[in-house]
């Protein structure tokens, strides 16, 4: 086991943001990870960009979330965007804090006017038909799919990719390793979401060469995607 974070290099330029689908779609895995403390931000910030990996979607569900999301984005080389976001104070706090991107389990209204107003690029939760035409009437052309699995998962994925052949889909909620490739084989998913690849008894115990090793196996994925 190993305590350091993976070795120092040149710090690296974040991944450009001028498109949330393109940016996605350049990596093709989006890490989603409730911080375990903002202590931790830096060597996982560090194993993320070492595994080739750098980007993360910070989810709000903790006291220390937002301390740990501001301070990750003071990291270099990486893309911090906040997840979990459901209301637009919620949104407006994470932008402070240095959120480049919202993810959000949900659509609303109130949601898509406050990304709008702080001009922050807005991944709205949807699940159903009704819930992709609501998007796409707010002007959205990315979402995300959630929760995928339990909502009948990269079957559902392509079905509904036909009558929305102009919509991108991040699946999130469920998928696995073994599962994302099912997913990233649907030529309109840009990405898929998940924690399998920041393992959490890896964080725990400081075993930040482990966790740079499930980061960069990642790669292979994506590498495999048809």
């Known amino acids: 086991m190993s305590s350091a974070g993976p070795p120092s290099a040149a710090s690296p330029a974040a991944p450009s943001l001028d ?13 989603v990870c409730g911080l375990l403390s903002p202590e931790e931000t830096g060597p996982l910030a560090a194993a993320l960009v070492a ?3 750098p980007l993360i979607e910070v989810t709000l569900r903790t006291p220390w979330s937002l301390a740990s999301l501001e301070e990750m984005a003071r990291q270099p080389g990486i893309l911090v965007g906040a997840g979990t976001v459901r209301t637009p104070a919620q949104m407006e706090a994470a932008v402070r804090a240095g959120a480049a991107f919202i993810v959000s389990p949900c659509l609303t209204g109130d949601l898509a006017a406050a990304a709008a107003d702080l001009d922050v690029p807005f991944l709205p939760g949807v699940a159903t038909p009704s819930e992709i035409q609501r998007a796409c009437d707010l002007g959205m052309s990315t979402v995300k799919f959630f929760p995928a699995e339990s909502s009948g998962g990269a079957a559902a994925v392509r079905a ?15 998928i696995t390793a073994d599962s994302a490739p099912s997913y990233l084989a649907i030529p309109q998913v840009a990405a898929v979401g998940g924690g399998w690849m920041v393992p959490t008894q890896h964080r725990q115990a400081h075993d930040w060469d482990a966790v740079t090793q499930a980061i960069s196996a990642v790669a292979a994925i994506v590498r495999d995607r048809t």
Not at 19 to 29: H, P, S, W
Not at 160 to 174: N, R
Request: no cysteine.
């Open 19 to 31: 498109d949330l689908g393109a940016t996605l779609r350049r990596f093709g895995v989006v890490p």
């Open 51 to 53: 595994g080739g990996l």
């Open 160 to 174: 509904l990719a036909q009558p929305f052949h102009d919509v991108t889909f991040v699946p999130t909620g469920g």
